[in-house]
């Protein structure tokens, strides 16, 4: 599903007005129907409830004076707060707003604190509020009257609909400028707002709905998709279930480069995960050391020992083994638990380097890396990198609350510099592509806040390159896939307590179900709320 930022939404509007000549208050209306329906099909109100609609000077204030046109009409008890003086609201929504006074609809001016602080108590008595303050070309923090407004706003607990976007969150990166509002639902236009699908912002809007409003798509196709929520569609082919007479051969061999003394979970858990995604065959290159205990824990999975330095970390003696060790393999996962000892970390550097194979790094692979970014140029379009927050710090060479302050630009940023594939995980994981897409994952909660989930990422992401996946599709359909194994768990356990190994039990299921186009869960997941209302 395509999703888009502030600019290119107001683009969209700009060139079908302008080219089209479809005039604005048309959209204007066309979303104010929108949102109006929406309101009454999610609250399904009584006769005669009251709801107060905050309206600002700008286009958001005028979607909201249609919006409360429509719910007048629906037979609520409308109040109407213009957050301004009157003679300042213009064009479109000033249009609105002398519609609705000579339909005598209850409408008070509060343009500063004081008239606020005598109009306040009506909110305290009303059933519903609509947030129709600020829009999405919010670009800087909410101070003074309006944040007022938005803080007690939040402190009434009313249900509130917010209209667009929250009132205070940036409507690209999805951080709290200041103050935002805390909706209940949120009716967004046209499409999507990339802040609106990504944390913190997706902690602030409640149900989420798309609005048509009238935009076609001979002016959406004219601009390029950067930006998609994926969905099974996106990847689900390279799923699809293979000839009868197929064999462990053809379904691929992933060599597994993981373990040290302490994390031999972490090799564990990565061949088991491509084991379960799929993966014919998977190798697993361990410390010679601990080779005994991977023996005993994996049965399905090959291990070979390899050179280590006593103490249970591969040294360098073992890149002659791991340079053979490539010939037969379909591709690479690297990293999980590998440690970060010198030698070991050399080593690393060299199989980034030298490595013909499609590749995952995580983990120690990536903390390897940090300081060295430029060997993987040389092999960049063959390597997915799968960091947290905190790896990414460490090889972009940023602080991880900048990372965090604006996750798809950073994203964006670390893809075009370096040229690989990116999976930064967290909530609502990110994926970046070299050619300039992100796709936001919309799968996955709190079971995967425990050890091991990221090892079985890696190997889901291994399986997949193992069976000749495109590179695009084993980066995105890896972490959805990994997400709805914990949204399957967390609606049969509860998101505390579940293991990551657990999540191997649920996985062949959910590939059955998204191969057969079949959805595995018996409630819609997260991305399945944005209904499309026309």
Request: charged share 20%; aromatic share 4%; proline share 6%.
């Amino acid at each position: 599903m395509r999703i888009v930022k502030a600019a290119e939404m107001q683009q969209m509007d700009r060139m079908t007005i302008e080219d089209l000549g479809i005039p604005g208050i048309v959209l204007m209306e066309n979303a104010g129907r929108g949102a109006g329906r929406f309101f009454l099909e999610h609250f399904t109100p009584s006769p005669n409830d009251s709801v107060v609609i905050l309206c600002g000077r700008g286009n958001n204030g005028g979607d909201g004076y249609v919006v409360g046109r429509y719910l007048h009409q629906a037979g609520l008890n409308v109040t109407v707060a213009v957050l301004s003086q009157q003679d300042r609201i213009a064009g479109d929504a000033l249009t609105n707003l002398k519609i609705i006074r000579n339909m005598d609809l209850d409408i008070h001016e509060i343009p500063d604190p004081e008239r606020w602080k005598e109009f306040r108590h009506r909110l305290t008595h009303c059933d519903f509020t609509v947030d129709a303050i600020l829009g999405t070309g919010l670009n800087a923090p909410v101070r003074g009257f309006y944040r007022t407004v938005i803080e007690d706003l939040n402190g009434l607990q009313k249900p509130v609909m917010s209209i667009d976007t929250p009132s205070g969150l940036n409507a690209d990166s999805g951080q709290i400028m200041g103050a935002a509002v805390r909706a209940d639902l949120t009716a967004t236009f046209g499409f999507p707002k990339l802040g609106l699908v990504v944390f913190p912002g997706a902690g602030l809007v409640g149900r989420l709905v798309r609005i048509d409003i009238g935009i076609p798509e001979c002016v959406s196709s004219r601009l390029p998709r950067h930006f998609c929520l994926t969905e099974p569609s996106d990847f689900k082919d390279s799923l699809s279930v293979e000839r009868p007479d197929i064999h462990k051969g053809n379904r691929g061999h992933l060599l597994v480069l993981a373990g040290s003394t302490g994390k031999t979970g972490a090799a564990s858990l990565t061949a088991m995960g491509a084991l379960r995604a799929g993966a014919g065959l998977v190798t697993l290159g361990i410390p010679e050391t601990l080779n005994a205990i991977l023996e005993a824990k994996l049965t399905e999975a090959m291990t070979v020992p390899l050179p280590d330095t006593g103490r249970g970390n591969l040294s360098m003696k073992a890149w002659e083994h791991i340079h053979a060790l490539f010939e037969g393999k379909t591709a690479v996962a690297l990293g999980p638990g590998l440690s970060t000892h010198p030698e070991t970390v050399s080593l690393v550097r060299k199989i980034v380097a030298e490595c013909p194979l499609p590749m995952v790094i995580d983990a120690d692979g990536l903390n390897a890396l940090a300081g060295c970014m430029d060997v993987v140029k040389g092999r960049a379009p063959r390597t997915i990198m799968t960091p947290h927050p905190g790896e990414m710090a460490r090889i972009s060479g940023r602080k991880t609350a900048q990372i965090q302050e604006d996750r798809a630009s950073a994203s964006a940023e670390f893809v075009h510099n370096h040229g690989c594939f990116l999976v930064l995980k967290g909530a609502r994981s990110l994926v970046a592509m070299p050619d300039g897409s992100l796709y936001v994952n919309p799968t996955g909660n709190p079971v995967l806040s425990s050890g091991g989930s990221g090892d079985v990422l890696t190997g889901l992401i291994g399986g997949f390159l193992a069976r000749g996946f495109p590179i695009a599709k084993a980066a995105i359909g890896g972490p959805y896939v990994h997400g709805l194994a914990a949204d399957l768990l967390a609606q049969q356990r509860g998101s505390s307590g579940v293991l990551a190994g657990e999540l191997l039990e649920t996985i062949p299921d959910i590939i059955a179900h998204l191969a057969g186009g079949t959805w595995p869960l018996r409630t819609p997941a997260l991305h399945s709320e944005f209904y499309h209302i026309p």
